[in-house]
């Protein structure tokens, strides 16, 4: 029995009513996400009034003019029509909402990129401005914002505005709460600035020894391997180094979760990642530690207030007292 072929032609496919209702859902729901908090309401500002000749320069400069084009033309493609084969509408109903949900993905990730873009020049502006109760409330939402979207604000510009607050933190009180958030936020940036090794991780296999702090949980790693004096240590003040003659150790530690408190501590060469960092104002010996997605707990004191301050200086942190 002989069978006609079958010939795919191309067509403009207009959406049926179900798909527009489909889909009118989705963008909203990503652009809802994507356009929450802050980012909604710099946008709404820059499309009127003076602010948008002040800040498009800076804008343009950032790039965020492309990612705004090139999300709006996704959104209309979608929104449009699908250009494909009808060679079976049956098959193409079954792709559609996957490969529609995949092009979403792709411009809620351009969103993001939008709304980290926004923050930065956000950010820049309240920290060359004096700290008000005000412009506290805005690095909060901002930082907030960006949090609870994922999306990356430029790590530099965190520093900055961390450390504008950190300076006030003895006269506006808001500003060490506010502070200690971005500190938060900022270990987050870190995972990419890191020790090239840092990746390499094992189980410790030099003879050297280290003692945890107290009470604390956590899993301890080693990784790489280094010679004296560019050795880890971990030990209290009190106890002086544990491993002063030996000839090869690695490059660094990692701990990893738990509560770690820092008072009394010598730590060189320490990665500490995922845990909950305590410091109460006690002597500290801190050299080259990186803090890597960590929640701060820290009064507003002297000595807290400075080790804050380094935090935010350089992500290897130096710091003693």
């Known amino acids: 029995m002989n069978s006609s072929p079958i010939v795919e032609f191309e067509e403009e496919m207009k959406l049926r009513e179900g798909d527009k209702d489909w889909l009118s859902g989705e963008v909203r729901k990503h652009l809802d996400v994507a356009?929450?908090?802050?980012?909604?309401?710099?946008v709404n500002k820059n499309l009127s009034g003076s602010l948008r000749f002040k800040l498009w320069p800076v804008i343009a400069n950032l790039g965020v003019?492309?990612?705004?084009?090139?999300?709006?033309?996704?959104?209309?493609?979608?929104?449009?029509?699908?250009h494909s084969a009808a060679t079976d509408r049956a098959v193409k109903d079954a792709t559609f909402q996957t490969e529609t949900k995949d092009k979403l993905s792709t411009i809620q990730d351009q969103l993001k990129t939008l709304s980290g873009a926004l923050g930065n020049v956000q950010l820049s502006s309240l920290s060359s401005q004096p700290v008000t109760k005000e412009s506290i409330t805005s690095i909060q939402r901002i930082v907030s914002?960006?949090?609870?979207?994922?999306?990356?604000?430029?790590?530099?510009?965190?520093?900055?505005a961390g450390a504008k607050l950190v300076e006030v933190a003895d006269?506006?009180?808001?500003?060490?709460?506010?502070?200690?958030?971005?500190?938060?936020?900022?270990?987050?940036?870190?995972?990419?600035?890191?020790?090239?090794?840092?990746?390499?991780?094992?189980?410790?296999?030099?003879n050297t020894e280290y003692i945890r702090p107290p009470d604390w949980n956590g899993l301890l790693q080693a990784f790489g391997m280094a010679y004296p004096p560019n050795v880890p240590e971990l030990h209290p003040i009190a106890t002086g180094d544990t491993n002063p003659?030996?000839?090869?150790?690695?490059?660094?530690?990692?701990?990893?979760?738990?509560?770690?408190?820092?008072?009394?501590?010598?730590?060189?060469?320490?990665?500490?990642?995922?845990?909950?960092?305590?410091y109460d104002g006690g002597a500290a010996d801190l050299d080259h530690v990186y803090f890597v997605n960590c929640q701060f707990r820290m009064k507003r004191q002297k000595n807290e207030i400075q080790l804050a301050s380094a935090i935010f200086t350089d992500p290897a942190v130096k710091f003693s007292v």
């Open 35 to 42: 356009l929450a908090g802050d980012l909604g309401e710099l």
């Open 65 to 82: 003019i492309g990612i705004v084009v090139t999300t709006i033309l996704a959104l209309g493609g979608l929104v449009l029509t699908e």
């Open 145 to 160: 914002v960006a949090s609870e979207q994922h999306a990356q604000l430029d790590k530099s510009v965190v520093a900055k």
């Open 171 to 206: 006269t506006i009180p808001d500003a060490w709460k506010v502070a200690t958030n971005m500190l938060d936020y900022s270990s987050t940036l870190n995972g990419g600035i890191l020790p090239a090794d840092a990746n390499l991780v094992t189980k410790p296999t030099f």
């Open 245 to 278: 003659n030996t000839p090869t150790g690695p490059s660094y530690l990692l701990m990893n979760g738990g509560t770690v408190r820092l008072d009394g501590q010598v730590m060189k060469k320490v990665i500490i990642r995922n845990a909950v960092v305590v």
